[in-house]
């Protein structure tokens, strides 16, 4: 979408003069402090909707203008009006602009909901630098915005810049130590095995540096929600916390059974045992790769717990990893209604009539801005959805009337890995940018064929549907 506004902007704008887009929003409050507002559509204005302009100021004309106040603002939209400045600095509001915009933050909130409130942003004139604020309803004072065009861009939180700063300090000591007390061997090896623990994270992704530093930050940024820490999960947050996700809420309500240890990684009979639940094995998985500095939340019940529901909207991606349909479709809601990339992976095993075994593994990421969803792409099946959520008496005559798959379905480890590693990678595409997931993705792996089988995401576009139908 930022590509796309970006170059009409661009292509509107003739030597200098400046141009006026706007974004069409909904928000998401995060905690108390923290809101996002999620551009839904946008619009740029074509030379024809303009009274005058200049490289000192434009007027858009009135009736258009209030069209799109009243197609958008009326049906529940958040406005963020931009301009842009002449010149190639990052720019600044002219008092011009505070005395528009202070009126405009008036006008919107007297004329539309009243709890509206005016964001508007300044680019330079290749739209590189912003400069971003939010105005109260009166239109007497404002607030300053964080502007990203990437779903994985967020300012660093203070907590973790403090981690930062001791985790430098204690490298730096160590390496004192090291120049000035070399002779005792023993203190040697210790303030070598000190350097190894406090210091070397960046050594640890050594053998990826190809990928580049900007890779390895945002991933150490990144806040990932596993939903379901069975087979595919444990393995999934195994393969994504090396490549240097450290920041994990985990939602799982079971614990370790003896079936699962043919299938998860460094799961123990004491486990068994001990009846551990799955979040705190997996919780135990990622403490391994980072001894001080993982932060790990455990959510030992159902993704409809509330506060299931609340760490999964402030995440930065939700992965879905469970062995039933009811989950998945709460968690496609959730990640439309708090508009969160989601990944959904599965394993299938059958075996044929001659005996053959027909297995598959399959990653899906649904579109972030909507089009089709698991629901309408039939990845899931809403019907079977329900039986799962229905009381337990219900759900024993579909199981008896063969509705029902059981939940011990056929798994094996090697499966798993296929689709966890694939997801991971997939995610490491999103990250990087070097995959487009635009308009969604659903990868099928087949064996013994060995073929992979890439949906073709366009006959899957739906505008219908329940779920995920376009709202304007
Ligand atoms: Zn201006
Ligand atoms: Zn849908």
Partial sequence: MWQQFRQMMLNTQTAGEEIIGFFFCKHHQISETQLRYFPKTWVVPTQSCYEHQSTTGLVLKQEFHLYLLQTYLENGFDIVHIHTHPGFDTPCFSAVDDRYESEYAQF????????????????????????????????????EVDFYHSWFERRQEAGGRGQKVVETLSYSQAVDGDLTLPTNKELFSETEMKLEQTGSSDAMFARQEIFGNA????????????????????VFAEVLGRLGVKNWVLIDHDCIETTNLNRMPGATWEMVDQQLPKV??????IQQIYHTNATVKTIPTTIENELATQEIGASDLIVVATDNHYSRQVAQELALKYMRPLVCLGTHIDIKSNGVPRMYCRTTIPPLGGGWCLMCGNIINPQMAALESAPREIEQVAQDAGYMEGIDA???????????????????????????IDAGLDWIYKFPESKWYKTDTDYLVNTD????????
């Fill in 108 to 143: 919107i909130a007297n004329n539309f909901d009243s709890q509206l409130q005016l964001i508007s942003g300044i680019f330079n004139e290749s739209l590189q630098k912003p400069n971003f604020r939010i105005w109260n309803q009166l239109g007497s004072s404002f607030e």
């Fill in 465 to 472: 549907c329940y779920f995920c139908g376009a709202e304007v």
């Fill in 280 to 285: 705190e094995y997996v919780k135990q998985l």
């Fill in 410 to 436: 056929p798994a094996v480890y090697w499966l798993n890995s296929i689709c966890a590693s694939t997801a991971v990678g997939i995610i490491q595409g999103m990250v990087s940018g070097f995959l487009d």
């Fill in 215 to 234: 890779l390895q930050e945002k991933l150490n940024e990144l806040t990932v929600t596993l939903i379901g820490c069975g087979g595919i999960g444990s």
